[in-house]
């Protein structure tokens, strides 16, 4: 085997190195990426079961308790209208 064979097949181990190196960088890469990503949905998940045991339907009286407040404050809004209407007709 010639000097020349010798650097030919180190420089093509170099390079075999060189790019298997860059492989591997790029699978830890992907991998530290997936690994964020499952920890994220985990997380995600977590929390949108958390907040599915807070969700809980109105009760009929809630909504009983809801009707009366809104008819209480229309009636209120209602009253307070025709007073301020009649103080501007009194002024006048």
Known sequence: MSQDDIHASLENARVATEDLVSEMGKYRTAKELREAETDALGHINET???????????????????????????????????????????RT
């Open 48 to 90: 949108l079961a958390e907040t599915a045991e807070l969700i809980r339907p109105y009760r009929e009286d809630q909504m009983r308790r809801f009707r009366l407040l809104v008819m209480g404050g229309t009636v209120l809004n209602s009253i307070l209208l025709i007073a301020m209407f009649v103080l501007i007709i009194l």
